[in-house]
């Protein structure tokens, strides 16, 4: 067992002041949680503009630092709700640019991410390395996603260096620039390599967490195998399989003060599983706020994320009519692909009664379908570890989901075995196919016409623990047994 203080936990979003998915949870509690656990937790972040303009006070400023040709000034601030300090890297290419942190409205990656996030992952290496104007260096350096990849590789380069974590968020999301963009960052030569950020000839900014970092983790037990195979590794298998000794699945928590049907401020009517019967109130208040037909002798199904392929899309949208026709209602809440924004917006102009779109990013409304909907569709293509399941299952809204990564890792499905056995918690299919989405919604339509039996698999939905304190205890050990 190693002495561990301090960590410096690097991400490019945190919830609540910049986010765009899971990754902004993740950074806006684990840190928090193991700052209640008595670390010296720093969280470093970029300073983008949404976030500036989304601090309650000015942020202080620390330092200014100067490494490799570039100058930043380091704000200080705390991460609203918690008493987590704050780091902010600011420089214009952040604060000079509103709007979403990785691309532009017609969801473009901007031009100079490469730029942008080797300037934080820079930032993230010379804190962890040297002897700063922070007076402060870590003994875990903790970085997430492809963002912060090179930070693990730069900080291996150091003399002195703290151990090293990376935590894979999305495999899908390498962090791919050309030859070109490689050379003109000015990155050690000796990088160029297959043990290195080559990735097939480009540069890929993930690999220097994968190749560097003394432990890998990520977000579930089963992605944590489906990346060391094809087609889960994505060309990456190889490397991963190596690294597997140092490869680690940890299941996300969730932020059980935000998402609490006992208390949530979102809702119309809270509840918990002493009170069940006060759910249906969300149930019929959504439906006229959506102009749905208000009626309680049908299941609403629920769908809340980005409308991109890995969501699986293609999986919904050929069943959906028949879904409707089962009958049930569908409301979907997410932004993403034109292509599926549009095909679902032309549905629920036809079926207007049964079928809400909402394209748009609003907490508020996922809220407030967690407590409404009776059944959550997840039925993604892979899922390194999903958080809508979890808050469906807090929720008592019982999930249909395929079973690939952190979804097969926390929801039973509804065999007869699980459900003598009091363990069921939802529906699980294995094939990417339509008709297998069709089949386990129908069990899970069935279920619900059939009310001992939907209740009893409520209950058990809500007793499960999927707090950040567990996978809290799980990282701490890990930076613990972690050695260089
Ligand atoms: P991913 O990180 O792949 O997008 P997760 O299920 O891990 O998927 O996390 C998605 C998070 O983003 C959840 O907190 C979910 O509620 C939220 N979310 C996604 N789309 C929307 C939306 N349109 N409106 C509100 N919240 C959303």
Redesign the pocket.
């Known amino acids: 067992m190693n002495a561990v203080n301090r960590v410096l936990f690097v991400a490019s979003e945190a919830y609540p002041l910049i ?7 993740v950074a806006g509690t684990l840190p928090e949680v193991l700052r209640q656990g008595g670390l010296d937790v720093r969280l470093l972040l970029p300073a983008y503009a949404d976030l500036l303009q989304r601090l309650e006070s000015p942020p202080e400023v620390l330092a200014e630092l100067a490494f490799d040709g570039h100058a930043v000034r380091i704000l200080q601030c705390v991460l609203p709700g918690t008493s987590l300090r704050t780091w902010l890297v600011a420089h214009p290419l952040f604060s000079e640019r509103a709007g979403n942190p990785y691309h532009d409205d017609g969801g473009n990656p901007w031009s100079d991410n490469a730029d942008r996030f080797m300037l934080l992952s820079r930032a993230a290496a010379h804190i962890s390395t040297c002897d700063t104007a922070l007076q402060w260096r870590p003994d875990i350096l903790h970085c997430n996603d492809w963002h912060t990849g090179p930070a693990i590789a730069l900080a291996h380069l150091a003399q002195k260096r703290p151990r090293t974590v990376f935590t894979i ?2 495999l899908a999301h390498m962090g791919i620039f050309d030859r070109g963009v490689f050379d003109r960052l000015g990155l050690p030569g000796q990088f160029w390599q297959e043990q290195g950020l080559e990735y097939y000839g480009q540069c890929s900014f993930i690999k220097g967490g994968l190749v560097f970092a003394d432990e890998i983790t990520t977000v579930s037990p089963t992605y944590a195998r489906e990346i060391c195979e094809s087609p889960g590794g994505m060309g990456l298998e190889g490397l991963l399989s190596q690294r597997r000794d140092h490869l680690l699945g940890i299941l ?1 928590g969730i932020d059980s003060r935000t998402w609490d049907p006992a208390r949530d401020p979102h809702l119309v009517q809270t509840y918990d599983a002493g009170s069940l019967q006060h759910k249906s109130l969300n149930k019929s208040a959504l439906q006229q706020q959506l102009g749905l037909q208000v009626r309680e002798d049908c299941p609403l199904l629920g769908f ?3 409308l991109v392929e ?2 699986g899309l293609e999986l919904i949208l050929p069943v959906i009519e028949q879904l409707l026709d089962s009958p049930a209602q569908v409301v979907i ?3 993403g692909e034109a292509r599926y924004e549009e095909a679902l917006q032309a549905l629920a102009a036809r079926r207007p009664d049964v079928l809400s779109v ?1 394209l ?4 508020t ?2 809220h407030r379908i ?1 407590a409404a909907a009776d059944i959550f569709l ?1 039925p993604s293509l892979f ?7 979890l ?1 469906s299952l807090r929720y008592g809204t019982l999930p249909v989901v395929r079973a690939v990564g952190g979804l097969a890792d926390t929801v039973v499905d509804a065999t007869d075995q699980a459900l003598d056995a009091g363990t069921a918690t939802g529906f699980v299919f294995a094939l990417p196919q339509p008709d297998d989405l069709l089949h386990a919604t129908g069990r899970a339509i069935a279920a619900w016409h059939d009310q001992p039996v939907w209740r009893a698999m409520q209950l058990t939905a809500m007793a499960q623990d999927f707090s950040w304190q567990r996978s809290a205890e799980r990282y701490l050990e890990l930076y613990r047994s972690t050695t260089e």
């Open positions: 986010k765009t998915g899971g990754l902004a949870d968020h999305n996300n809340v994320g980005r890995q969501k809440l997410g932004t909402v748009a990013y609003d907490e409304l996922a967690e997840m899922e390194p570890c999903g958080l809508n399941q808050y």
